[in-house]
């Protein structure tokens, strides 16, 4: 059964594109959009997401991708973060301020016969009055701490699979982001599988590692990559679970092609498909 749409949240698109049914929906990715890292922590966070909390521990998302892939990079499929997704910052919660401290000096040999300070008229300017202390000491100051350091948030981990057309072709693809960047991996599919333009994928949880599969349509799951330390030092509500689509590129469209008359594919959106989107 698909995840109820209500508890979705979008990501760089309109929070109205959010389907009523999560079992089947189209995510539209306009040209220069992807989720990508480079260090030190520097993300580029433009691809539409779909994603949700969990109530109970994460187990297992799978989804259906398709599309007309067309241009270099175009991808779209499942994504998982360990963490506030790029693009949304976890609130910060100020400390509550300490109250000023005031140190008072007293004197018991003269504080009963004279004040602590008389006013006498400031040199120059006799419309003016300060107080000069008596006893020769400097007037008391306020003694407030400094203001509390807020560590920066660590970067949050992520992880997506999906479809990617690359090299005239689909593949299977992977990208695991850490605080240190990105890792990109390419899968080739069986020659039976390459024409076809769409690919079922799933993540599932083993332990402290996150497996990464793809299903043929002869062989059954087959395992793309292990991430071993995705869940580890992660609470269970801090993960968030989705779909994305992106398309990278923006060749735009060359002189020749402008009066040839060929389609501008490169400013248009690539349009993905999800069908049998499952989260457990």
Partial sequence: MPPASSSFTALNVPSDVVPEYMGSFTLAAPPNTDLWRKPPSRDTSTAPVLYTAL???FIAAEV????DWELEWDQGGLVIFAGAPPGQAAPIIPSPEAPA????ALNDSTSASMPGSITQPRRGNPNSRIPIPESGHPPPRSRSPPPAYVAPAPASKWVKVGLEFC???????SVVANSEGADWALTSLPAYHARRLDLRVK???IGYALWLWYEDEMLGW???REVTWFFWGVEDKAVRVGVYASRPANFGISMF??????????MRNLCVD???????
Avoid: Q
């Fill in 55 to 57: 109530r109970n521990p």
């Fill in 64 to 67: 259906t991708v398709s599309a």
């Fill in 101 to 104: 401290i005031v140190s008072i």
């Fill in 167 to 173: 090299n005239g072709a689909c593949n299977a693809t």
């Fill in 203 to 205: 993540i599932e949880r």
């Fill in 222 to 224: 087959k395992k793309l």
């Fill in 257 to 266: 092609d402008r009066r040839n008359g060929a389609s501008n594919i490169g």
């Fill in 274 to 280: 999800f069908e049998g989107l499952e989260i457990f």
